[in-house]
Nanobody
Framework: QVQLVESGGGLVQPGGSLRLSCGASGIIFSAYDMGWYRQGPGKQRELVAG???????NYADSVKGRFTISRDNAKNTVLLQMNNLKPEDTAVYYC?????????????WGQGTPVTVSS
């Protein structure tokens, strides 16, 4: 059974930092691209950051220079370091895993962790 479990969300003041963590089980972690989407109030889900199984990264323009994604294949974990948070970063953040080695393209999702940026 595949599980993606996010943690690290919460309430933070503007300018603050949070680090989100996503632990994966039930998959061959190194065969998956990983990343984070978010969905803010009244908004569509959008890609925040992704990291390939080869450690290439990509970011939404709105978070470049503020967020950093990384992965630890030994711990089956993907991290999202979020600095200089802004109120518009308020959203539920979802971890995803997309299989890329076997070519199935299968995608798994976590349950989401809420981030609220407010003074």
């Amino acid at each position: 059974q595949v599980q993606l479990v996010e943690s690290g969300g919460g309430l933070v003041q503007p300018g603050g930092s949070l680090r989100l963590s996503c632990g994966a089980s039930g998959i061959i972690f190194s065969a998956y691209d990983m990343g984070w989407y978010r969905q803010g109030p009244g908004k569509q889900r959008e890609l925040v950051a992704g990291i390939t199984n080869g450690d290439s990264t990509n970011y939404a323009d709105s978070v470049k220079g503020r967020f950093t994604i990384s992965r630890d294949n030994a711990k089956n974990t993907v991290l999202l370091q979020m600095n200089n948070l802004k109120p518009e970063d308020t959203a539920v953040y979802y971890c995803y895993a997309r299989e890329v080695v076997l070519g199935t393209g299968r995608v798994h999702w976590g349950q989401g962790t809420p981030v609220t940026v407010s003074s």
